[in-house]
C-alpha cells in the first residue's frame, strides 16, 4: 500500500527565510505522481505542484522550488524567501494510476509552516 | 469561474442524527471525491465518482456512510446515526477526469460536530 510520510510537524522561521519541507513515499508502482497542497487557515487545500514519476528533473516556480530524488522516495519542496502569507500547513500527496478508486490522493500529516514578521 | 462549493459549511448535530453534506463540483469535471480530515486520522480517501457511479466504496468508514452522484454533477454524502468520531472537516474534490496526475480542487469543506 501507499504511504507519504511528513516527518516535520511544524515549522517556524522568520519571514525572508528559506523553508524546506520534507515528504518521503512509499509504493509499489512504477507509475506515479506527487504534489504539494497548500492549507491555509480558511481551510481550503491549494494545489501548487505536481511531478510524475518518469522526471526527475528538479524545477523552479517563483518562490517555490522542489527536489524530487526517485532514489531515495523523496519529494522535497523549498518555500524561497518566506512570507508571512505563507503560513500554513502544507500536505504532500502521491497519486498512483486510476484504479476502481479513481486517481485518489494518499496524504502525509501535513507540515504547519509559521511565518513570523 | 466558480470552485468546488460545498454545503453547509458548518453542521453540528447530535448523536444518532442523520447528515447530508453536499457537494457542487466545478462544471465539466466528470470525476469527484471525498476526502475526511480529523485530528487523529489526518487526510483520508472515502469515495470517488466517475460520472455517477462510484466503483469503489472500500473507503467509507462504516456502512453508516453512504454517498451518491446524479446528473454527473452535485454529489451527497451522508451519514446516519453520527457518532462522535464521525466529527471531522468533509472536503470534496473535482477534476476533469480520473487520468493520471489530473489536479484535484478542492472545496472549503464542511466542518461536521456531533455532540
Known amino acids: 500500500a501507499q504511504k507519504v510520510t511528513q516527518a516535520q510537524t511544524e515549522i517556524s522561521v522568520v519571514e525572508k527565510e528559506d523553508v524546506t519541507l520534507d515528504c518521503v513515499y512509499e509504493?509499489?508502482?512504477?507509475?506515479?505522481?506527487l504534489f504539494w497542497y497548500k492549507q491555509p487557515p480558511s481551510g481550503e487545500l491549494v494545489f501548487l505542484i505536481r511531478?510524475?514519476?518518469?522526471?526527475?528533473q528538479n524545477e523552479i516556480s517563483g518562490r517555490y522550488s522542489w527536489n524530487f530524488q526517485k532514489s531515495t522516495s523523496s519529494f522535497n519542496f523549498t518555500i524561497t524567501a518566506s512570507q508571512v502569507v505563507d503560513s500554513a500547513v502544507y500536505f504532500c500527496a502521491l497519486s498512483e494510476p486510476p484504479t476502481s478508486a479513481g486517481n485518489k490522493l494518499t496524504f502525509g500529516g501535513g507540515t504547519r509552516v509559521l511565518v513570523k514578521p | 469561474g466558480a470552485g468546488v462549493s460545498q454545503s453547509p459549511s458548518n453542521k453540528v448535530t447530535e448523536k444518532g442524527k442523520d447528515v447530508e453534506l453536499r457537494c457542487d463540483p466545478i462544471?465539466?469535471?466528470?470525476?469527484l471525491y471525498w476526502y475526511r480530515q480529523s485530528l487523529g486520522q489526518g487526510l483520508e480517501f472515502l469515495i470517488y465518482?466517475?460520472?455517477?457511479?462510484?466503483?469503489?466504496k472500500s473507503g467509507l468508514p462504516s456502512d453508516r456512510f453512504s454517498a451518491e452522484r446524479t446528473g454527473g454533477s452535485v454529489s451527497t454524502l451522508t451519514i446516519q446515526r453520527t457518532q462522535q468520531e464521525d466529527s471531522a472537516v468533509y472536503l470534496c474534490?473535482?477534476?476533469?477526469?480520473?487520468?493520471?496526475?489530473?489536479?484535484?480542487?478542492f472545496g472549503p469543506g464542511t466542518r461536521l460536530t456531533v455532540l
Open positions: 462544471s465539466g469535471h466528470t470525476a
Open positions: 509504493t509499489r508502482d512504477t507509475t506515479y505522481y
Open positions: 511531478r510524475n514519476s518518469f522526471d526527475e
Open positions: 474534490a473535482s477534476s476533469w477526469t480520473s487520468g493520471r496526475g489530473n489536479e484535484q480542487f
Open positions: 465518482f466517475q460520472g455517477n457511479s462510484a466503483p469503489d
